[in-house]
Structure formats: structure tokens, C-alpha cells
């Protein structure tokens, strides 16, 4: 049957359409989403309607489509706990600092960003909030990498990883002990790993088992990386502020070398 794809619901169109719009593109054509998604041009033309008319897409005078302001009401309900409980601790950290504060989780292989405080020495940002950014080159990525069960760290390392720039630690051996570092440590230093230009340190939010819950990082342009030590205090103070509001009581019952180190 002319227009028929077997092996793939409607559901699943519908879902790879809007999976085209990963990886940074705002603005596509119907023909870019079809290519992406692997969709026949005419079953992505009425889906993309329907998509439009529900308001997940918007289509621009130029005729190319944007995600919609409704899947972005939507998305504000992903990790809302998690944000609103960190947000005030944030801000207290960015009042102190002056500098870019995130929060971030592992979305699969990739670290996703659900906050952002500016600072007023602002430099270059790969990922905005609701963006994505491989593990291994962000300091956040590599604090969540650290406290990951061994087996999933394993499996990440032996994958074929991603070079952003000439520093980009992507050897599986380096890497591994850069990680085994990190957890003894509590925190994570990347250098111009992401974009040359910028660095940053982060730390982990932990658990109530001790897995990495989440992590919070500050960039800076390279530049003052020498700086970067001193931020660590207030970023662990930050983090057990976060984990105390999560779980009450958990930073009491916890030995306070293991809140880092465990």
C-alpha cells in the first residue's frame, strides 16, 4: 500500500517527528523532519497538521515549524520536584558567586539541563536549559558518571566517544581513572573539554541511597580557571542544602565524609 511503513506506529511517527527537532535544531522544513525521522513525506505532512494544530509544533511565516509552546507547558512538569526544591539553594549560590550556576540529570548517555542562573561574566554556553550534552566532556556529566553503577560506566566507556575539542578526554583508560578520582574527590574540573573558552567544576547531589540524584556545576571562561577551586565549598554546601530539602534528615544520618565520598 502506497504511504504504508511496516514496523512503525503512529505513535512512533509521531514521536520520530518530533525527535527531529534534537540536537539543537530550532526550525526545520517538513521535508528536514521527514528525513530525519525516517517518515514518508505525505504521513509526515497530515501527523505534522495534526501536531501543529495541537500546538506541540508552530509553523513560522518562511513555513518551517518549531516545537510548540504547548510540548514546552508540558515539559515544565518533568523533574518539577527536583527543580523547585533546588531553585531557591541556586539562586543562594549564584547571589554568592556572581558566576553560571546549572543543575542538570542524566537523560540516558547524555546530561540534560533543567536550570540556569547567569552571571554576570557571562561565556559561551553549549547547551541551554532543556539541552543536551554528552557525559563525558561536562564536569556535571562526569560527576553523575562517576557515582553510576560500575556496569553502565563500563558500557559508556566502551562506546565510541565523542571528541568536542583537542581536549576532550575520550581514551577509556584515562577516562576510567579521571572517574575513580572524581568520587574519591566529590567533585569534577573540566578544562575546554565542551568549547574552548570555558571551563567548569561541579559536584554531585546524592540520594538517599548515594547514587547521584543530580549534579550542580559552575562555568567559567578558561581564563580563570585557577579560580575554580574555591567554588567547590560553596557548591557541596549547596548540594547538601538540596539533598536536606529532598530528604529530610538525611544529611544528619549520614557521616559527613561520605556525603562526598561514598
Not at 527537532?21 to 505534522?48: I, K, P, Q
Not at 557525559?135 to 558500557?155: N, Q, S
Amino acid at each position: 500500500m502506497r504511504g504504508h511503513e511496516p514496523g512503525k506506529t503512529v505513535t512512533s511517527k509521531v514521536l520520530a517527528l518530533l525527535a527531529a527537532f534534537e540536537g539543537g535544531s530550532e526550525r526545520l522544513r517538513l521535508s528536514d523532519m521527514a528525513a530525519r525521522s525516517g517518515v514518508a513525506v505525505s504521513t509526515a505532512h497530515r501527523l505534522v497538521t495534526e501536531l501543529t494544530t495541537w500546538g506541540a509544533l508552530q509553523r513560522g511565516e518562511d513555513g518551517r515549524y518549531q516545537v510548540g509552546i504547548r510540548i514546552w507547558e508540558l515539559g515544565q512538569h518533568a523533574a518539577r520536584e527536583l527543580t523547585e526544591v533546588a531553585h531557591p539553594y541556586l539562586h543562594d549560590l549564584f547571589e554568592l558567586t556572581r558566576e553560571n550556576v546549572h543543575l542538570s540529570i542524566r537523560q540516558g548517555t547524555d546530561v540534560l539541563y533543567l536550570e540556569r542562573f547567569y552571571g554576570s561574566r557571562r561565556v559561551p554556553l553549549v547547551a541551554q536549559v532543556g539541552g543536551r550534552l554528552p557525559l563525558h566532556p561536562t564536569a556535571v556529566g562526569k560527576v553523575i558518571l562517576a557515582y553510576e553503577e560500575a556496569w553502565f560506566r563500563d558500557t559508556y566507556l566502551a562506546r565510541t566517544l565523542e571528541r568536542r575539542t583537542a581536549f576532550t578526554i575520550t581514551e577509556p583508560g584515562r577516562l576510567s581513572r579521571e572517574l575513580l578520582q572524581i568520587r574519591a574527590q566529590g567533585y569534577a574540573v573540566t578544562r575546554e573539554e565542551i568549547r574552548l573558552g570555558t571551563c567548569s567544576v561541579a559536584v554531585p547531589v546524592l540520594s538517599a541511597q548515594g547514587t547521584c540524584h543530580a549534579a550542580i556545576g559552575i562555568v567559567m571562561a578558561t581564563g580563570r580557571a585557577v579560580e575554580l577551586p574555591r567554588l567547590v565549598a560553596p557548591l557541596q554546601g549547596t548540594a547538601r542544602r538540596v539533598e536536606a530539602a529532598l530528604w529530610p534528615g538525611l544529611v544528619k544520618s549520614r557521616p559527613a565524609h561520605s556525603l562526598w565520598h561514598a
